[in-house]
């Protein structure tokens, strides 16, 4: 859609998250990945040496030899950074790159509960982007910040968003199997999970907790008024490299059966699909009948793994309905949301 | 207690729960091991030769050259046979040797759910075994069947019972992670469980559903009356070996406090822990402060295998409580709940 | 190159390398996939009721519908099939389908090592396919068999050949760390590869160190007169779900110095790269300096998964040279190697 | 044997090694642990707060409550010190400590090729112990360093010495498949062996090629004549938590045939045996005849940990003989072959 290329920076690209982000700009139609930045240790260093490269696919032609450069606004010239830098750092860089007329779209953690910032699941809350205008005033200039969610909290989000809307969520119970790469690298020692599964993530309870709620808020005028339904969550690591299985159980307003929740679910469309963004699955909630998906390893790429996959879904003897979702969590859980946020702020003309 | 050793079968040997019966029997102070039988297949060999051993510790003495035995109460002699027979095979064989006049205890799900037949955890519902007074004149003898829970409701009733007592249970929602050897040997295919969890174990999900409403029921004179909270349950495979982890979220009538639940949980004792019964752990349920714990490689050992571990307690923003709980599948779960079981026959004075 | 789109048959359609045989088949330039067959068992259902679906990758279109026919050629029309039946009944069903007037892919072992039987690897010995007219006068008509070797030589003859070739090999000493898929579906319990490795696969330490010398075998006049050097094989199944590792140490008449062999490794090339075929990778060995790789999860789909990776190359203390080879086991080594084979006896005309 | 407990101390008592001496120590009838010792980090903390015991037993009683002191001999008063300090510091720590005249058990790698410190597995070379005297002229007093070898020499060494006594070794070529425990705690990262094995391991190819040869060496008045036989190693790392499995191929000047190999493996017998030592195993080499082990999991306990299991013994097609050898790695292959090796110095009289 836009007219020619946009700059792009990715800020944290020696990170896992980082390259998955570098990964998916190659060949973007409509962004350029210019530079890249990352830490003092790695900056003035070739991309190519500052950190081996983790995934299965090559790094893309030209970016090892970009020279990293470090996380301030002054050695970066793009207009658009995506940050995937660590929540040790990240709050102060990317409100410097705010600040210096920057439009920031982070993956960290640091901004998300702040009042101005939308944290956004671009099918589920993309009016919240309206927020933007507010924070402009505070950064005083063109720049502000736009959040990603957790990697559980997208996929838990973009299931429970299509039945909240239907019928009213009352309240949710969800307890995640997470993959290793949502720690990052080196993240979860391989002592911790060879014949073993960890019922603890640092932070993580929270954020499943409280994100949904403010991505399920009403925008009324420029203040979010939060979704009143609690969360209950639970978190386990396990032996999985990627995909981030939920076990989900929820009462709604009205009384939902299963067949109605995933004629919801599947029929499911927002923004970005109506907008065909570059990243945009056709598809955001694909419902499998077999009764033993969604399963990590056969299902995390669904839509590119941008998609989340929806089965086992029955009555609830407790609640209303009890079911399963799966997300990808480094891709729609983080570089492929994040980007797919950027792209909706170029589709929305917000780019600074 | 008893004044000699009394002679006990095994029934399915060669399984990996038989095997586990077969080492806690060596050298237990009140059972003598004197016969195995296995299916057609097996019968007539030598145990050595019947099936490989997969236990780490290496088979008792004297039993590899024991020779394998139809199920059949003709080719058996001793009064209790410990039964670890699949299910497809489980059911006419038991009633033949409880028509026959034997006592049976079984691992099978096939008459757990029967009126007459005990579903014992013998910390929780020990008087159930009274029912087989009952049970024998439909048999027409002095022979019976008391039956173990399913592998993964041991652990959940265990931990249930001293709160359901303290302030009774209004429902509760379960999310299992269960090993592998649950499946028996070979059980799950080695390619779907590396870098994978499956979200789904035939038949267990009911068993979970309702098991516990059976095992908590009142005793009414010489019938159950099935306690009336409902229980939802939503099972996962993991690649790990032995121990189940359940997540647990549950409300009861009045309304608990964390502090209060674990004083309940790690004070609870039981019949098995007053008579001091060989295979009874001395604590029943262990509590651990450590908020990475209960993990299956750390904790399934606890009691020597027999102990279910709780921890992460906290408040529920749902219902009332949150919590984890480990136990080891096939030693309490199976082959030690199994033991610990004939053993209450026998404090009990039952044994024909 | 063939004007129009060649018919082809999948016998043992419904295993894991039947799978990958499928997938590999949709959207084939030369072949269009328009006969599954399979077991009794599964025979006259539809396919996608048959057996479930194992790859990452969703069936190809159309496949799910196709009604599975017996391993008959009296039920199968096509000319050229592609078999990856199981051992214990490809012997007689690839027999009779030769002798039916088909030309026959296999990638079973049972007629590997015939005399008349070429055993191939497409960019090593090509040359070897002229057995077929020998072979076709034994079965009396224009049928034949060529055959795919087992799934580790075929990564170890690809890197040997060019060594071979420059210098002669002497002694060949390989000990292999093998994929879980390498013993199809359900194969490998997994309980024996959580936490564990076993040293063994029924057949494996044979057909390693007798197929290779038949690869490399010279063809003289209608007689392959075998290599002479010694392998010798150890083996080990290791929890990898794709993609065999095996380290080598080798000895050749000529001693190498490191980077000749790797130049030699990594400028080979065969007859399916002269002619383009449509599965072979534009380069059949490719070589990687970094001293961690290669490692299965990185580099098994190198070349599309039709690329042995060469990682680790040092002059041994013991022979000449040391070093470290993998190849994708049910793409190059199973799959995608029978369809290479399959396009080569099509680029030289032997179809019948 | 000695009359009354011998105090000493842990260097390095909060890693992985360290817990395991900490709970070798337990209950020892020789030794009596008093101090622990650990880096600034840890040093003033009680033991129990500086780092979580990461062990499937519990800690010893008593020991959470010690003080954790610095490595330092002014800090520490024991005469015997084990140490599994890193070796970024072990190597100056253990000379402060030598020089202070405190006898030093070491299982880092810095001086274990010095030329007057002995590299010892008490069953093969219990003799070079005899260096010490020289080596205590250059600390200037009663003090002195005895080394443990690398955890992969161990095993090796151990089986292969009893073949170098009765044949003589002439070349070694050995594949390792290593556990992730042999890199310590937080070590690999999950990310890496997950679906995944990675042939590299840091400095181990080296150690394996040259410690066997210290080891076997031949002592010569106070010097030693490195045993002449060339070891080529290649190594990989296996999602594995203990036990070290090595794949062996060698050539013997006098050409054995495996059961011969078999007999001397399985009878030999060292000074720990002879003298009864409290960490030494019965028999230090097991045999099995089970052609699919050893295996890790089922074999690494054999001995408590102490003993290798040989396997799959057969003739190499190549050298003379190619088998399988299986050692514990923290156990036998550190804390309980340093705890082994302070006993063999206590029986040989040789502490300050």
């Known amino acids: 859609m836009p007219t020619k290329q946009i700059p792009v920076a990715v800020l944290g690209a020696t990170g896992l998250v980082g390259q998955r982000l570098i990964a998916a700009l190659d060949g973007h139609p409509w962004f350029e990945l210019t530079e890249v930045a990352a830490s003092e240790r790695s900056a003035g260093k070739e991309y190519g040496q500052a950190a081996p490269w983790r995934l299965e696919t090559p790094p ?4 090892a030899g970009l020279v990293v450069r470090g996380c301030d606004p002054d050695e970066v010239s793009a207009p658009l950074v995506f940050s995937a830098l660590d929540a040790t750092v990240a709050g ?16 960290a953690r640091n901004h998300r509960m702040a009042e101005d910032v939308p944290l956004v699941v671009p099918e589920v809350n993309p009016e919240h982007l309206e927020l933007v205008a507010r924070q402009k005033t ?9 959040t990603n969610p957790n990697c559980s909290t997208i996929g838990l989000t973009l299931v429970l968003a299509p039945l909240h809307r239907l019928a009213g969520l009352e309240r949710v119970i969800v307890t995640t199997l997470q993959a290793a790469s949502g720690a990052g690298y080196p993240g979860v020692p391989s002592l911790d999970l060879i014949d073993n599964v960890v019922p603890h993530i640092g932070g993580e309870v929270d954020k499943i907790e409280s994100e949904p709620r403010k991505i399920l808020a009403q925008l009324d005028g420029d203040t979010l008024r939060e979704a009143s339904f609690p969360v209950s969550a639970e978190v386990h690591r396990v032996p999985v490299r990627d995909g981030h299985l939920l076990s989900i159980a929820l009462e709604t307003r009205r009384s939902l059966d299963p067949e109605e929740a995933l004629e919801a679910l599947s029929s499911f469309r927002g923004e970005p699909q109506e907008r065909a963004l570059p990243t945009a699955p056709e598809q955001p909630i694909l419902v499998t009948k077999d009764e033993t998906r969604p399963q990590p390893r056969l299902d995390r790429m669904a839509g590119g793994g941008m998609s989340a996959v929806v089965g086992r879904m029955r009555r609830c003897p407790v609640l209303d309905l009890r079911f399963e979702a799966l997300s990808h969590n480094t891709l729609r859980g983080a570089a492929g949301g994040t980007l797919l946020l950027g792209e909706l702020l170029v589709a929305r003309g917000l780019l600074p």
């Open 60 to 63: 893309p032609e030209g970016v």
């Open 92 to 107: 102060d860089a990317e409100l410097a790159f705010a600040r210096a007329g920057r439009a920031v779209v982070s993956n």
């Open 138 to 146: 505070r950064h005083g200039g063109k720049g502000f910040i736009v």
